[in-house]
T-cell receptor, first 115, second 109 residues
Framework: IAGITQAPTSQILAAGRRMTLRCTQD?????MYWYRQDLGLGLRLIHY???????GKGEVPDGYSVSRANTDDFPLTLASAVPSQTSVYFC??????????????FGPGTRLTVL | GQNIDQPTEMTATEGAIVQINCTYQ??????LFWYQQHAGEAPTFLSY????GLEEKGRFSSFLSRSKGYSYLLLKELQMKDSASYLC??????????FGAGTTVTVRA
């Protein structure tokens, strides 16, 4: 069982280019999340999906879009990358069993540099 | 909005104890999490508190006071491998996590 995988591991991208970060989980978790992590700011929620077919905006959604066609996959797209989107991106998932901790589990991250 | 504060850095000696404090102000509260993150790696779950009091898990303990908006993570018998960032995260009324900026703990021999 892999848990959560992300691709690519790292990417250097020219400003203005379109980029999709991939995220796949095999735990059959209902909820999935995208965060960005910047030095001194901690993890910030970009978008989330509580279940397949639904998505929602987090704290910093501008410039990003997501889709959730099935339970396993939750891609994050940058339509036209800008240098301020240089960051480490983490995908996470949780079972959304609200009787218990509903812990979020994180993927290994994608390090994105926009020049 | 959410406001979560924790110290930026702490240094301690191998075998010692370190306490990382976290204070928070959030709209709604549905639990507080601590995560460990080694440099260049993903955050991994350490502990969860939703009721007041102390939760102990081996060398790690976490405490919560909801009335004070306060938590701490206690690391005992420090080992070199405990050098990492420790993230405090609060789950709000919408079941979303807000993270503090993290505390980098350096363990010295």
């Amino acid at each position: 069982i892999a848990g959560i995988t992300q691709a690519p591991t790292s990417q250097i991208l020219a400003a203005g280019r379109r980029m999709t970060l991939r995220c796949t989980q095999d735990m059959r978790h209902n909820a999935m999340y995208w965060y960005r992590q910047d030095l001194g700011l901690g993890l910030r929620l970009i978008h989330y999906s509580n279940t397949a077919g639904t998505t929602g905006k987090g704290e910093v959604p501008d410039g990003y879009s997501v889709s959730r066609a099935n339970t396993d996959d939750f891609p994050l797209t940058l339509a036209s990358a800008v240098p301020s989107q240089t960051s480490v991106y983490f995908c996470a998932s949780s079972p959304t069993d609200r009787d218990y901790t509903d812990t979020q589990y994180f993927g290994p991250g994608t390090r994105l540099t926009v020049l | 909005g959410q406001n979560i504060d924790q110290p930026t850095e702490m240094t301690a000696t191998e075998g010692a104890i370190v306490q990382i404090n976290c204070t928070y102000q959030t709209s709604g509260f549905n639990g507080l999490f601590w995560y460990q993150q080694h440099a260049g790696e993903a955050p991994t779950f350490l502990s969860y508190n939703v009721l007041d009091g102390l939760e102990e898990k081996g060398r790690f303990s976490s405490f919560l006071s909801r009335s004070k908006g306060y938590s701490y993570l206690l690391l005992k018998e420090l080992q070199m491998k405990d050098s990492a960032s420790y993230l405090c995260a609060v789950r709000d009324g919408d079941y979303k996590l807000s993270f503090g900026a993290g505390t980098t703990v350096t363990v010295r021999a």
